[in-house]
């Protein structure tokens, strides 16, 4: 299930966060090849893993096998540090309930959480604890192709920019919108009945001390109960 660890809070799960450093590194730099992020004991730690990033492992059976970070856009990020030329000089979106989403990704593996695969649950999760925490919008640098994934899934996209080559490939800046109606596109389309939240390592709440809570629809069995549509959707 998906844990959720604020960065001030690091400290508290110091062989929790030291999986996710070395699942960073065997996933970014061995798979992907990002050369720039190579280190010699093997962690992925970059500038931006301070008090102020929100780590979202995904773990089976005490493993991590998949991970998300979310970074504030009031403080530095990839987007105002690494690659502000991406928006071609337009501005982008900034604000207290605005995060960045960077280092997606999930293991190739044949693992499932209740037999749905982890990748649909690492993509599912991230949605439902921007809703349980009150994060309103996400910032994503991505390629096309995951953008088409995000659109078919539920989330509310908006281009910031044309695409520019990064690397040797096309990355696009664009808003994505979690939403209740988007959480239950998600389950349908992967079949997941509950929350894909592990409440008990849900400590990760960025704007109150007081501890996540679950949404109440997740706990509803599907295709049995008519969810009202929320206020704005």
């Known amino acids: 299930m998906l844990a959720t660890i604020l960065g001030a809070a690091t400290h508290d799960y110091a062989e929790l966060m030291e999986q996710v450093w070395r699942f960073r590194h065997r996933q970014f730099v061995e798979r992907l090849g990002w050369e720039a992020c190579r280190r010699p004991d093997d962690r ?4 931006f893993d301070g008090e102020e990033a929100i780590h979202l492992p995904l773990m089976v059976s005490g493993d991590v096998v998949g991970y998300s970070r979310l970074l504030p856009t009031l403080k530095p990020h990839l987007l105002s540090d690494v690659y502000p030329h991406l928006m071609d000089g337009r501005d982008w979106p900034r604000g207290e309930r605005i995060f960045e989403w960077t280092r997606c ?6 693992k499932t ?3 749905v695969p982890i990748s649909n649950i690492l993509m599912t999760g991230v949605m439902e604890y921007c809703l349980v925490a009150g994060i309103e919008t996400l910032l ?3 390629h096309p192709k995951l953008v088409n994934l995000l659109v078919t ?3 509310e996209v908006m281009p910031l920019a044309a695409p520019s080559m ?3 490939s096309l990355i696009l800046p664009i808003t994505a919108k979690p939403s209740m109606a988007g959480l239950l596109r998600h389950h349908e389309l992967y079949g997941i009945t509950g929350s894909v939240l592990d409440i008990e390592m849900a400590h990760g709440n960025p704007f109150a001390p007081s501890p996540l ?6 706990e509803e069995p599907h295709g049995t109960v008519q969810y009202p549509r929320m206020a704005g959707e």
């Open 153 to 155: 899934t539920g989330w």
């Open 213 to 218: 809570t679950r949404l109440a629809f997740v």
């Open 113 to 115: 959480i209740a037999g």
């Open 44 to 47: 992925e730690i970059d500038q």
């Open 105 to 110: 990704i999930a293991e190739i593996s044949d």
């Open 166 to 168: 990064l690397e040797g």
């Open 140 to 142: 994503v640098e991505t």
